[in-house]
């Protein structure tokens, strides 16, 4: 991460009315906005991106087809890769280091105790209410009913993605029942909602929870993605687009796509402008290969290295469905934060890699241990061999034959690599 942005980090972790601790109450960022005269009022066209998996490709894919529709967003992502001001886009740029800091000393100006993710909204409503965009995508947090991002009165779109039995620790009831409820029992009435492919006893359960709200609703039989032969279609009642895309690899990836088309559809987004804009796509530390700086400088020639972020279930196993296209032999590098559910993680790549290194996520506390790791790949019948460093791993597995280099299980991780680089 670049220096100014682990500088802001520091800053915002040492103000004393600032605390990491995970804390949903919406009491306090409510009280934060009235004293700020409700910048969130100015925001127009808000839409809201809620779930377990695809928040990011979600949001990122509107994003492209709002923009090349000639009209301008803002964004709020979570987390950020390489730099902090990824968090904030803002039109035509991200959020200066500049406006960050302003906004962080106006918000600490306020004597309101705040969690940091309740700051960093903060900055992104602050900001995002002195541009006149024509709309504002909102990736929400680990969960939707208290979280920070639910404070529009009237958002134009409501998108619930994947959801999936992440972020457990963060509910009383340990159930992915309770999940669902958090995440959609909470939605706007006076919205359209789009719901995500989705497992079918959990699509059943969303479909309870709104059943008495008064929204327009559009479930995910409303469009398909097709495949013929190696190529990808979106369907609807209506159109017929082919998905080009040289960046996105996954299915998983290009359902997530086909979601957003049909939401961009449906906004008014003209078939070709969303055709122009597809082969722009591309999704930092989503199933990327890197193919050049300074990691890639160190590998042989025959050596190809892939990140991807995916820290769940049902992404872990995007990412070894795409792995088992891939014709070279695979070697991974494993990381993974403590809150995660590293023995079900990881049984999705039983029979993928010839060996899994596992290694620390650099500058995360909460990183789980390698030797943990690597005995929960064992207990999984996988090969697994721990160490303190990535550099060691690199070390361990490169050599000029032919493979495939992945480093996976943490977004936080795949930062760190692209700052490598």
Known sequence: MSSQSISLYN?????????????????????????????????????NVIGSDGKYSVLNSLKYFIEENNQTTSAYISPSLKDIRERFWMGSDYLS??????????????????????????????????????????EAGALFAKDSTNIFDWPLIQVVVNINKQHLNFVKKKTITEIIFQKVGFLSNFTKIYIGKQNPANEKKIKFFLRKNLSRKIYSNNWKLIKKKKNYFFKDNKNFIPIKTKNVKSEGLLNNIAM??????????????????????????????????KL???????????????????????????LKTVKSPKYGIWSMMKNKDPSNFIKQFKGIFEKIYTVPIQGEKNSMPPKILAKIARK??????????????????????????????????????????
């Open 97 to 138: 280091y500049k406006d960050i800091k302003r906004s962080i000393r106006k918000i600490e100006n306020l004597k309101i105790k705040l969690t940091i993710f309740e700051v960093l909204t903060l900055i992104y409503i602050i900001n995002a209410s002195e541009h006149n965009n024509d709309y504002n995508l909102v």
């Open 296 to 322: 890639i400088k160190k590998l042989y020639p025959k050596e190809r290295l892939l990140i991807d972020g995916c820290h769940s279930t049902v992404s872990g196993k995007n990412l070894s469905d795409y």
């Open 380 to 421: 999984n019948k996988i090969n697994a061999f721990s160490f303190n460093d990535i550099n060691t791993a690199f070390k361990k597995i490169s050599n000029k034959e032919k493979k495939t280099i992945c480093i996976f299980g943490s977004l936080y991780q795949c930062g760190n690599i692209l700052n490598k680089n």
């Open 11 to 47: 800053l915002l972790a040492k103000k004393k009315l600032f605390t990491k601790t995970v804390n949903f109450d919406l009491k306090r960022i409510k009280l934060a906005l009235t004293k700020l005269d409700n910048p969130e009022k100015k925001l127009k066209n808000v839409i």
């Open 260 to 293: 957003a088309t049909k939401i961009a559809l449906d906004m008014g987004i003209n078939k070709r402008i969303i055709s122009r804009a597809l082969p722009k796509l591309k999704f930092e530390g989503r199933i990327q290969y890197i193919t050049s700086g």
